[in-house]
């Protein structure tokens, strides 16, 4: 059998070998099937959460707090995305990229199939949310290294000058993932209460079921990362990724929190807690799922463009649009959600959602992995993905159900709340080096790079239509 393409061959080669462009289609599709469902799990809970958990695992705590009782699980899932991260994060740089995330996958959407077969509170009580909590912890935990892993694969497998668009077309399967979870509940909206609260919210659940048997079987006949069998074949593979990565990359992980925070939370204020507002205000159940489903369908363009835009302008320059994209939305973005018509709600969750939003995801595809050197690459990228996952999306619909409770359900300090995340990636924008067209063989991270292999990257281009 051949040896697959390392990465030095992939820069000279290109897509226009055949075994290596048979190899990035595979890599490509088994990192995309995975984000679509990792995303539509993920969603489809939120979702629920947002609507119906509080009524049927919570109903001895009343509406309101049933409410904030469901979102809270929605956080604890994001709690145990770090503890998996750094789980399977250190398996992946320790014995390869493919295998970690076969096992992630399968936890992942077994644990969202098993939550359609719950018992709810009604047949099991106490027990009931218990269950769910554990099932949500077992979802997080497998999901703690599905998206660092699925970013490390495709940045490593992308021909250099095409990472940025070759590395967003997984995440592309992430809008899938949130259109599919999106058009199902918008469905779900159409039927009667008692038939929805009662059995017809498992369907969706117990679908994952087929997505799982796709992936698996896909990453199954995918090969293995080229950067990791060069590591192999130069017998430079770390035996303690985690603690190499503590010791060297703490500044690069920080910068990876930071870059995360305004599109991670800005991801999940849109998707949930937007969605809890407007409920609030007596809108229809089924008009949030619509407008999130209509971000994702802009998002499918937004990530693959931002990405490919990344590689001629740079990184830092295309996610520093977004977050000035995302601060202007957010300033009129609140006030228009509180007119409660159903019309504008569509129209600013999914703007906000699907161009704010994924303007940075398009660009931090690439991004994250290029900070980190090779060797410690998946934990680092899981280690910034998921601590930042807490921070700033795990507890943002938690943290806003709290706003409302305490500010009268005004819309300021979620305004506010939006703003400030977003400030914090600006910031981070301006003390991140550009990595665009990156040696990801290299063992250190960008921020040790040297001035000769910083000057051996092609520059961005300058161009005043796209300088902030």
């Excluded at 099991?124 to 935990?141: D, E, K, S, Y």
């Excluded at 809008?175 to 509940?185: E, N, P």
């Excluded at 503590?246 to 305004?262: E, H, V």
């Excluded at 991270?445 to 796209?466: K, W, Y």
Aim: include cysteine.
């Amino acid at each position: 059998m051949a040896d697959h393409p390392t990465a030095s061959d992939s820069r000279v080669r290109g897509s226009d070998d055949p075994e290596y462009a048979a190899n990035l289609k595979r890599a490509t599709l088994a990192a995309s099937v995975g984000s679509a469902l990792e995303y539509y799990d993920f969603a489809l809970y939120s979702l629920a959460s947002a609507l119906i958990f509080g009524k049927i695992f919570f109903p001895g705590l009343g509406d309101a707090a049933g409410t904030v009782a469901s979102l809270a699980t929605l956080a604890i899932g994001f709690l145990a995305r770090p503890i998996g991260g750094l789980f399977f994060g250190t398996l992946g740089d320790r014995l390869g990229r493919k295998w970690v995330l076969m096992i992630t996958i399968a936890l992942m959407g077994g644990a969202s199939t098993l939550i359609g077969v719950l018992p709810t509170a009604d047949a099991i009580g106490v027990w009931a949310p218990i269950l769910l909590i554990l099932l949500r912890v077992c979802q997080g935990f497998g999901a703690g290294a599905e998206q660092a892993g699925a970013t490390t694969l495709m940045a490593e497998y992308s021909p250099t000058r095409r990472r940025g668009y070759y590395s967003a077309l997984p995440f592309v399967g992430i809008m899938l993932g949130t259109l599919l979870a999106s058009a199902v509940f918008v469905g779900l909206g159409q039927v009667p209460t008692e038939a929805l609260l009662g059995w017809v919210w498992r369907i969706p659940f117990l679908a994952s079921i087929f997505l799982i048997l796709v992936a698996v079987f896909i990453r199954m006949r995918m090969a293995e990362s080229p950067t990791f069998v060069k590591l192999e074949k130069q017998e430079q593979v770390s035996e303690h990724p985690l603690g190499e990565v503590f010791r060297s990359s703490t500044p690069s992980i920080l910068r990876g929190i930071g870059l995360r925070m305004a599109e991670n939370g800005g991801s999940y204020i849109y998707q949930t807690l937007a969605i809890t507002y407007v409920s609030k205000l007596g809108v229809q159940t089924s008009v949030g799922p619509l407008a999130v489903a209509i971000g994702a369908i802009l998002g499918l363009v937004t990530i693959p463009v931002a990405g490919a835009l990344s590689d001629r302008y740079g990184r830092m320059r295309i996610y520093r649009i977004g977050a000035v994209v995302q601060l202007l939305l957010a300033l009129a973005a609140w006030p228009l959600l509180s007119t409660g018509n159903a019309a504008v709600t569509v129209a600013v969750i999914a703007i906000s959602y699907g161009v704010g939003v994924n303007i940075m995801l398009g660009a931090q595809c690439a991004a994250l992995p290029e900070l980190f050197g090779s060797r410690h690459r998946y934990i680092g990228v899981a280690v910034a993905r998921e601590f930042s996952a807490i921070i700033a999306g795990g507890i943002a619909p938690f943290v806003g159900a709290l706003l409302l409770g305490w500010f009268s359900n005004s819309w300021v300090p979620l305004a506010v709340y939006v703003i400030v995340l977003t400030a914090i990636t600006l910031f981070t924008t301006f003390v991140t080096p550009e990595t665009r067209s990156r040696d990801l063989t290299l063992l250190g991270d960008a921020l040790t790079d040297s001035p000769e292999q910083v000057a051996q990257r092609p520059a961005p281009v300058t161009a005043r239509a796209v300088s902030v």
